[in-house]
């Protein structure tokens, strides 16, 4: 199969054309600006809706529409401009739309810097706006994965009626990688038979809305949105495992970190230190049973989250380790990169017993 090379944001854009998107509405924020402009160039080229919205804030909410409305919906930003979004996306997973949501993450909190960081963890994982919701996050750690995890996220979108989050750090919206366009499986998506697109021969209009006055049929409906978490919790968790068949010290990354703890783990080998990588690939769904069943193997020491922030998804190591071994945390912030060298360092003092 024949390699190109392509920049990631541009690659994403692409990817999303190539899944099916029919609409992308969105406005322009560094490090996450390549993918508006790819559509602006490629959507209208393909027959497909293309709008720079006046602001975040009208760019999700006519995601909302175009989703309402049974089609495939996209938007991408970056920390800030996702932060504008969390109302809109609360409204999507309320009233069971399926959308894609793109974060191309950068140094905060607030307007912050534009160089790239995790510190959206938090914000993604838990939901963000208000409410008892989730969105299902993907994290891709290199271009290839960031192109068929874009491609896969509107069947996901589809197949549970609910939003998915692309969650990359700017250093993959920004790098240059050689990448092959490959054919991605695709699910078996139900119809949209609950699309407001006009009557089609039902005898009632559909109404769509995640207003519910009554406290019994909000709980009703909050409970209904469980069980749907549940059963993405129980079949979608995804992890990649590198060298733990034998690890004492178990690094934990995703994104551009665990590229870099992976480096990490061959220096800490060539120093005698049995170290492994596990990588989250869904945030959330995390893990945590493949995470606690791997760290409570005796011969696993202790564990070391690294992330670019000042620790987020530690808490989740954490609840998943469930206490069965010491959790340890090394993070840069602000757009600051951990190097291998850091966190070399910290996994030989979490591997002697502290940091």
Same mark, same amino acid.
């Given at each position: 199969m024949k390699k190109e090379l392509w920049k990631g944001n541009e690659a994403i854009a692409e990817a999303a054309i190539r899944a099916g998107c029919d609409c992308f509405f969105g406005y322009p924020i560094t490090p996450q600006n390549e993918i508006p402009e790819y559509m602006a160039l490629r959507m209208p080229q393909e027959g497909r809706v293309f709008v720079q919205s006046e602001s975040e804030v009208a760019a999700i909410n006519m995601v909302y529409g175009a989703a309402a409305s049974g089609k495939r919906a996209m938007t991408s930003s970056s920390s800030p401009g996702v932060?504008?979004?969390? $109302?809109?996306?609360?409204?999507? *997973? /309320?009233?069971?739309l399926p959308a894609v949501i793109v974060n191309v993450m950068r140094g905060g909190p607030g307007l912050g810097s534009i160089q790239p960081s995790q510190a959206d963890y938090y914000q993604a994982t838990r939901g963000g706006g208000n409410g008892d919701y989730r969105t299902v996050v993907l994290a891709p750690?290199?271009?290839?994965?960031?192109?068929?995890?874009?491609?896969?996220?509107?069947?996901?979108?589809?197949?549970?009626?609910?939003?998915?989050?692309?969650?990359a750090?700017?250093?993959i919206?920004?790098?240059?990688?050689?990448?092959?366009?490959?054919?991605?499986?695709?699910? $078996?998506?139900?119809?949209?038979?609950? /699309?407001?697109?006009?009557?089609?021969?039902?005898?009632?209009?559909?109404?769509?809305?995640?207003?519910?006055?009554?406290? *019994?049929?909000? !709980?009703?409906?909050?409970? $209904?949105l469980?069980?749907?978490?549940?059963?993405?919790?129980?079949?979608?968790?995804?992890?990649?495992?590198?060298?733990? !068949?034998?690890?004492?010290?178990?690094i934990v990354a995703y994104g551009t970190p665990s590229r870099i703890a992976m480096s990490a783990v061959e220096q800490l080998r060539e120093k005698g230190i049995k170290a492994g990588l596990f990588r989250p690939i869904t945030l959330w769904p995390f893990p945590e049973q493949a995470l606690r069943q791997l760290a409570q193997q005796e011969r696993v020491k202790s564990v070391?989250?690294? $992330?670019?922030?000042l620790g987020q998804m530690?808490?989740?190591?954490?609840? /998943?380790?469930?206490?069965?071994?010491?959790?340890?945390?090394?993070?840069?912030s602000g757009g600051s990169i951990p190097t291998v060298k850091e966190i070399v360092d910290a996994a030989e003092r979490a591997w002697k017993g502290g940091l």
């Open positions: 932060s504008l979004k969390q $109302e809109g996306i609360s409204y999507l *997973a /309320a009233t069971n750690c290199n271009i290839q994965e960031a192109v068929d995890l874009t491609q896969e996220a509107f069947d996901l979108a589809d197949a549970y009626r609910t939003p998915v989050v692309l969650l750090d700017g250093m919206g920004q790098m240059m990688e050689p990448i092959v366009w490959r054919d991605i499986p695709k699910r $078996e998506c139900p119809p949209k038979d609950w /699309a407001a697109s006009g009557r089609n021969g039902r005898d009632k209009n559909v109404f769509l809305t995640s207003l519910l006055i009554e406290a *019994a049929d909000c !709980e009703a409906h909050n409970l $209904e469980e069980k749907k978490y549940r059963a993405i919790a129980e079949k979608e968790a995804r992890w990649q495992e590198r060298e733990t !068949e034998d690890c004492e010290i178990l070391l989250t690294v $992330e670019m922030s530690v808490d989740d190591v954490r609840l /998943a380790v469930n206490g069965a071994k010491p959790v340890y945390f090394e993070g840069r």
